[in-house]
């Protein structure tokens, strides 16, 4: 419903200003791309520098259906959890791969945990926003526009799109990897960005005739959504274009792996969806924001082999990811940043599960990190009204060091106001 | 801009239009580059009827003045498509009496789906998937197939979790014969639904230590919308709804699950489509305080106190008027709907009659208002082709723009319109319309009234153009099948 509101408002992105090749029509688009490969991801990548800080990239990996914080960092010394988790605590607590006195990652962190040892991995603790809604799609929401207010309509990471970047139509600048519908975060009626669900399937079948042809049939469509489709169809061409050069040219340097045993409900092949991510990183496409993620952290039942699994397909997707960029030499360019919308109840249920809960920690993972603890644990013997976690940390406190720190964007700008620092970054580019 | 005069053609005394003259489609191109109008196909002429709009200076020159534009409106929102002969036929029997026609007919029962015999509802998902995809391409009453598939968005579920492929061909049947009832019967029926008990969890919820999942998402999700009711209103309810459990098989199979191994496993079988049962051990004993009132309370007890809550009339009809009517439905409208739903006690019969019958149903403002989902819009593809064999490849292609049959994105089912809509998504639907082309084989259904039938002659400047460059039926039927003209309702 939301996503409708304003569609009516939306430009139509005029390739044909951004000087590209755009100007050979859609029947050339094919045929000039194909002609000057090089020349072509050189002059995407020169128009989107301009205007922008650096060539930093996010990844932002949604943990989707509410990750249980209590299991991904681990209290090793509370004996309040075992009161609150008779079934659930026991194992978890005991596995655990301690980081510090009282605080341990999930046993199947273990690619993280490495990482941890290097000095690449921040955890903030306790993040959430004031008055929590136990919603999925109102918390969503909030998480995805910035706005606990509810009143923001397009997402965070959109706005960044359109303010700090070309709002232009350069349509790899913003890309969600491994799913078919473009994600809140990135929305904004502003912004153009690409949506690539299998990066191996993506393109007309029929090859450059049915392009051209396509190309030809969506310009200039009447009506309220005639916009939003002949962005879509050129956005398409654009990336289908990109890829093609880009695929010739990469070559992935770790093991991607999706044959994990899929957990319930998580549908996106994590692993392809980060190898995706990966190309367009290594290959200068110009890529700046990618957005990815896991379902089925909606752990109402049988929880603690679920959630094991998720994490062990988390660990070893982003390990992979991870090892991809650092022998590609991209590694100190890239910022992976995990968010859910909510923790989850730190008592059990009758299922042996946990029902919507607030507070939980977020991952940062990369070269630029500053590994570490911040912000501060949440205490299990003084839960709020609802018997859950309470926040110390601001959502929009770890958004605002991304955005300033790590983009160099105008996080004030971009956010609507001025948050708390929590320094997790390593040389933030931009006076905070 | 004024009006341009319609354009004599040659052979516009032949009953069979050869297509669009190049001389009209030069027409059509001058439309494009000045920026106005949409292109209408009437009678053998093109008319460049300017239409300005606020934001991109061009919408559609709405056609819902005359009555058979009006016919094939309703069909497109209320079916997936027709056949020619089936669009005549609606055609000579007139907007109400279609109307009456779709709320009236019985739904057509599906064929049995023999793999639900499968102990323990171990069978593959594309066979049901197929089985109902087959049945939108067959089925003499596909207003039923529109609303089994709107309350499978809405009462959603999904095999995964359910892991019971027979709870969810259960569930297909019941919303089949159950979706123009009343949603106070529905209510009780989705609560205790073999595939929901699994999906949001009441079945493994007990009085004593409640599962909140399906507590939230009844009153969030199915009735009341979120901020109509609190958190402790959550926690109640999961206590008071707390109890149901599925329903006990009639016989056990010993299954072999892995022969190398000699493993066997235990399955349910059941010999007819059963409910929940309720299991008072499992209840919550005491009273609660839920939606204002305070007592003991039963599942019939809560979903009462529900729909005699304000929010739920509008919140069910706000939801029927985006799927059915527009995205953006004025608070009059839902209000004014909600009304006369509460009215019927809640009777479906009565609210999607007054939807259609509503001014808002057929106001120009609604023409092309709506975009179809890929299952209507696969469906409908097919149709208009003749070709009832293309199930296979219609659930296959589903997922790549968003849509697979019995497995919703979360909770809260499909999205509607723009959410449709991305880079992968639109690609997707012009390859389906190539394999769907290729898998069709013998000859198809002329091509050249398509714009016609399935596009009530209102076409953009560069459907017009590309039609008339068509070289061969084939083509054109890519051209309509792929246009933007045809992802629209």
Not at chain 1, 323 to 329: I, M
Not at chain 1, 336 to 348: H, L, M, N, V, Y
Not at chain 2, 159 to 186: E, I, P
Request: glycine residues 10%; neutral net charge.
């Amino acid at each position: 419903m939301n996503k409708e509101i304003g569609i009516n408002q939306l430009k139509r992105r005029d390739f044909l200003r951004a000087g590209l090749v755009f100007g050979a029509g859609a029947a050339g688009l094919a045929a000039g791309y194909a002609a000057v490969p090089d020349a072509f991801a050189r002059a995407v990548f020169a128009a989107k520098q301009n205007g922008m800080a650096n060539d930093n990239v996010l990844v932002m990996i949604q943990l989707a259906g509410g990750n249980d914080g209590l299991r991904t960092l681990v209290p090793l010394t509370d004996p309040t959890l075992h009161d609150l988790r008779p079934k659930l605590a026991g194992p978890m607590v005991s596995q655990a791969l301690p980081l510090t006195k009282d605080f341990g990652l999930n046993h199947n962190l273990g690619g993280i945990k490495s990482l941890w040892d290097q000095g690449k991995v921040a955890m903030v603790q306790g993040v959430g926003y004031p008055n929590p809604t136990f919603s999925h799609f109102e918390s969503i929401r909030i998480w995805e526009t910035g706005d606990p207010t509810r009143r923001q309509v397009d997402g965070w990471l959109g706005r960044t799109l359109a303010k700090a970047y070309d709002s232009n139509g350069h349509p790899l600048t913003g890309c969600a990897c491994g799913t078919t519908d473009v994600p809140g975060a990135l929305r904004d009626l502003q912004a153009t960005m690409t949506v690539i669900q299998n990066q191996k399937t993506f393109g007309f079948t029929g090859g450059s005739e049915v392009e051209a042809a396509v190309g030809a049939l969506y310009k200039g469509t009447p009506g309220i959504y005639g916009a939003l489709f002949d962005t879509a169809i050129a956005t398409a061409n654009d990336t289908i274009a990109t890829l093609r050069t880009s695929s010739a040219s990469y070559q992935p340097m770790a093991d991607y792996t999706d044959k994990v045993q899929l957990v319930y409900s998580s549908k996106n092949q994590l692993a392809a969806a980060l190898q995706l991510a990966a190309e367009l990183i290594v290959t200068g496409t110009g890529v700046k924001l990618l957005h990815v993620t896991l379902g089925g952290f909606d752990t109402h039942y049988t929880e603690l082999n679920r959630h094991d699994d998720l994490m062990g397909y988390l660990d070893s997707a982003v390990s992979a990811f991870y090892k991809d960029l650092a022998a590609h030499g991209k590694a100190d360019k890239v910022l992976i940043a995990t968010w859910s919308e909510f923790g989850r109840r730190p008592k059990e249920n009758a299922s042996g599960g946990t029902d919507h809960g607030a507070a939980a920690p977020l991952l940062l993972i990369g070269d630029p990190v500053q590994g570490g603890l911040y912000g501060s644990e949440p205490s299990l013997t003084s839960l709020d009204s609802t018997g859950n976690l309470k926040f110390a940390v601001d959502f929009r406190s770890v958004y605002q060091e991304i955005l300033g720190g790590h983009l160099g964007a105008d996080s004030n700008e971009i956010l609507g106001a001025s948050f708390d620092r929590i320094p997790f970054l390593k040389a933030p580019v931009a006076v905070l | 801009m004024a009006l341009r005069a319609p354009e004599p053609v040659a052979d516009a005394a032949s009953p069979v239009r050869k297509g669009i003259t190049r001389r009209q489609a030069l027409a059509a191109a001058v439309a494009t580059g000045v920026g106005v109008g949409a292109v209408r196909l009437l009678g053998g002429t093109i008319q460049n009827l300017s239409h300005t709009s606020a934001a991109n200076g061009m919408d559609w020159v709405s056609p819902l003045g005359r009555e058979s534009a009006r016919v094939m409106q309703l069909l497109r929102r209320t079916s997936f498509g027709y056949t020619r002969a089936q669009l005549d036929a609606a055609l000579s029997d007139g907007y109400s009496k279609t109307v009456d026609r779709l709320l009236e007919t019985k739904p057509a029962e599906p064929p049995v789906l023999a793999a639900a015999a499968t102990p323990g509802g171990r069978f593959g998902v594309p066979e049901i998937q197929q089985w109902w995809v087959g049945h939108m391409l067959t089925t003499p009453t596909p207003f039923a197939e529109r609303m089994t598939l709107f309350w499978h968005g809405h009462f959603t579920s999904d095999y995964r979790k359910t892991a019971n492929n027979t709870f969810m061909y259960w569930q297909n049947l019941t919303w089949r014969r159950m979706g123009m009832t009343d949603v106070r019967s529905m209510l009780m029926q989705v609560t205790t639904d073999p595939a929901m008990l699994r999906y949001l969890d009441l079945a493994t919820s007990t009085g004593q230590s409640p599962n909140e999942n399906y507590s939230r998402e009844l009153m969030e999700l199915f009735t009341m919308g979120a901020g109509n009711y609190s958190e402790e209103d959550v926690r109640q309810s999961a206590k008071a709804l707390a109890g149901w459990q599925q329903p006990p098989p009639d016989s056990i199979a010993t299954v072999t699950v892995d022969k190398a191994k000699m493993v066997t496993q235990k399955l349910p079988v059941y010999n007819a489509q059963r409910s929940g049962i309720f299991n008072p051990r499992r209840a919550y004993k005491g009273t609660v305080t839920y939606l204002g009132h305070t007592g003991p309370l039963d599942t019939q007890g809560v979903l009462d106190a529900i729909l005699a809550q304000k929010a739920t009339a509008p919140f069910i009809a706000a939801k029927v008027a985006q799927h059915f009517v527009t995205s953006q439905p004025s608070p009059s409208y839902v209000a004014g709907l909600g009304d006369t739903f509460r009215r019927s006690r809640y009777d479906m019969k009565t609210l999607m009659r007054a939807v259609f019958t509503s001014p808002e149903f057929t106001a120009d403002a609604s023409y092309r208002a709506l975009l179809k989902s890929p299952a209507e819009f696969m469906v409908h593809g097919a149709r208009a082709l003749g070709a009832t064999s293309l199930s296979k490849l219609i659930v296959a292609a589903g997922s790549g723009m968003g849509q697979s049959l019995f497995d919703p994105p979360d909770v809260n089912g499909w999205p509607n319109n723009a959410a449709w809509v991305s880079s992968n998504t639109v690609v997707e639907r012009v390859n389906f319309v190539t394999l769907a082309l290729a898998q069709t084989k013998g000859s198809l259904p002329s091509a050249t009234d398509a714009a016609r039938t399935h596009l009530d002659g209102v076409v953009g400047p560069q459907t017009a153009n590309l039609l008339n460059q068509a070289p061969d039926e084939r083509t054109r039927w890519f051209v309509t099948l792929a246009s933007p003209e045809f992802q629209l309702k």
